[in-house]
């Protein structure tokens, strides 16, 4: 048996705790103490667990890869320093192992004002204050999300304006697709993710291969908003797939001379 | 000397017309058991969806379709077996459309369930057909009884993979119907399947006392106005669960 001390960070608390608690039993492990907080970017979960020394990877791995978990490290409990001297990270797509935050700041949120904000760290407030803008104008959404670029830092834009695709794609889903059996990845696409892109953009669609034609997102010579569709189809097709996860990887874009924006989805 | 049957078109449409109707409201019902979180919203969800498929779509059409039906004679129905008949159809269609939709969806869940309904419609419609009262003896075509059992199996499973598989319009509109033509084609079938022979005025036991068209139109009418009403709730359900959605 072990004992492991696991940071997690996500955009919000509201059950946080019910589904990473889910993935931890499912693990046989199970939860000795928690602590869960909020600040200004979002929650964070302290847990130790113990369970088989054998499932830890498993655990890890299901919890880094998990689609409300943004940042997450664990270590052996215990050990002085233990996630500060040696990180046992699973780094997610939107927050990569070295810029996560420091322990110190894992498990006691820092103070307000919070500034600057860890680089790649998604804007979680300016996130909130404009999903449900995205919400109400849905699919007339881009006006607010060039609003949402420039009012983040610009360490943050990109995976801020991941984090609100991943929302919109999420609660897209659940409005419009959710009726209805799981569908493997390929059917997923085709039925879910297809549909519901046109709905933002002109696309064309090669089997995982999505082209972004004229994205208002990513005009040549400005930056690049890709990450958002990609965010958009990880909410979106995430669920339809579980238990597996979605990813999507930006192959070209517009704003760096590319004929169009290409994405790969993956799982 | 066989007997001719000749149609009421207009309550032939009819049929079919609430065949769809049920069926659109049992699928639309039915997509929602995969979504359900607690056993207690997929029992539920799973009994709505046998109701209006079972009672709406295959029962209350049959007895649309036998009114529609002119043999020139008098028939009554057994009581007893006309429950049955509805009973078989509600449990048929609950058993097949919690298998499609617990789980992952797959190839042999959607062949089990295709089969459940396609028999359960088959069960309900010859069911209902022993139920008749009157002075004629039933045979059957077998070759045609097989091409019926054929039609409900093989549509059962196209709608219910239209419904499950489809999203959006498509998904809703087909389907109904795909499975308003595998209800109405088995039962259409299965009556050029039968064949009525006079038995030179012999009234069955239980004749005077059996079910008539009368009292099947009544219920037929309660079931179609729950159907409707089930519809037009749910429908009010889902836009308010839509709206409420936070993003």
Redesign the interface.
């Known amino acids: 048996m072990v004992e492991l001390e696991i940071q997690v960070f996500s955009d919000r608390r509201e059950g946080l705790l019910a589904e990473l608690g889910r993935v931890v039993a499912a693990n046989s492990f199970s939860l000795i103490r928690q602590r869960l907080t909020q600040d200004s970017r979002g929650a964070w979960l302290s847990m130790i667990v113990r369970g088989p020394m054998e499932q830890r990877l498993a655990l890890e791995e299901m919890l880094g890869t998990h689609s409300r978990v943004l940042s997450f490290e664990a270590a052996l409990f215990g050990e002085a320093g233990a996630i500060a001297a040696a990180p046992v990270s699973v780094p997610t797509q939107m927050a990569p192992r070295t810029l996560q935050p420091s322990p110190v700041e894992a498990m006691s949120p820092p103070a307000q004002p919070v500034a600057p904000l860890p680089a790649a760290m998604p804007d979680v407030s300016q996130v909130e204050h404009t999903?449900?803008k995205?919400?109400h104008d849905y699919p007339q959404i881009y006006p607010w999300l060039v609003a949402l670029e420039n009012s983040v830092a610009e360490p943050a834009r990109e995976s801020s304006l991941m984090l609100a695709g991943r929302?919109?794609g999420t609660?897209v889903y659940?409005?419009?697709?959710?009726?209805?059996?799981?569908?493997g990845l390929a059917?997923a696409i085709k039925?879910?993710g297809m549909?519901a892109l046109r709905a933002l953009a002109d696309i064309e669609q090669h089997g995982v291969h999505v082209h972004i034609l004229n994205s208002p997102l990513c005009a040549p010579g400005v930056h690049s908003g890709c990450k958002f569709y990609g965010g958009y189809l990880e909410g979106l097709l995430g669920a339809s797939v579980t238990p597996k996860k979605v990813f999507v990887r930006h192959l070209s874009c517009r704003s760096s001379g590319a004929a169009h924006c290409s994405l790969e989805i993956s799982h | 000397m066989p007997m001719q049957l000749s149609y009421n078109w207009l309550l032939v449409l009819l049929s079919y017309a609430v065949s769809v109707l049920g069926s659109f409201t049992a699928l639309q019902l039915a997509v929602a058991i995969p979504v359900a979180t607690t056993h207690h919203q997929k029992t539920a969800a799973v009994a709505m969806a046998g109701g209006a498929m079972g009672l709406g779509a295959i029962w209350a059409m049959h007895f649309i379709a036998m009114l529609a039906c002119d043999s020139s004679m008098q028939v009554t129905y057994d009581p007893a077996l006309t429950a049955l008949s509805a009973l078989v159809a509600f449990a048929a269609c609950s058993a097949g459309l919690m298998l499609v939709g617990s789980g992952l969806f797959s190839w042999l869940r959607l062949l089990a369930a295709g089969t459940c309904m396609g028999l359960g419609v088959a069960s309900m419609h010859y069911l209902g057909m022993a139920a008749m009262m009157m002075p004629a003896v039933t045979s059957y075509n077998m070759g045609l009884v097989i091409i019926s059992l054929i039609i409900a199996v093989v549509a059962s499973m196209v709608a219910l993979w239209l419904a499950f598989n489809l999203r959006g319009p498509l998904q809703m509109i087909t389907s109904a119907l795909v499975m308003g033509m595998a209800v109405c084609g088995m039962h259409y079938t299965g009556m050029a399947a039968a064949r009525f022979e006079d038995n030179g005025g012999q009234l069955p036991d239980g004749y005077a006392t059996g079910l008539r068209g009368d009292n099947l139109g009544l219920t037929i009418f309660v079931i179609v106005a729950t159907l409707l009403v089930l519809m037009l709730v749910l429908y009010y359900w889902r836009q308010r669960y839509r709206s409420s959605l936070n993003i």
């Open positions: 999903l449900p995205l919400a929302r919109t609660w659940k409005r419009d697709y959710a009726l209805g059996a799981k569908l059917d039925r879910i549909p």
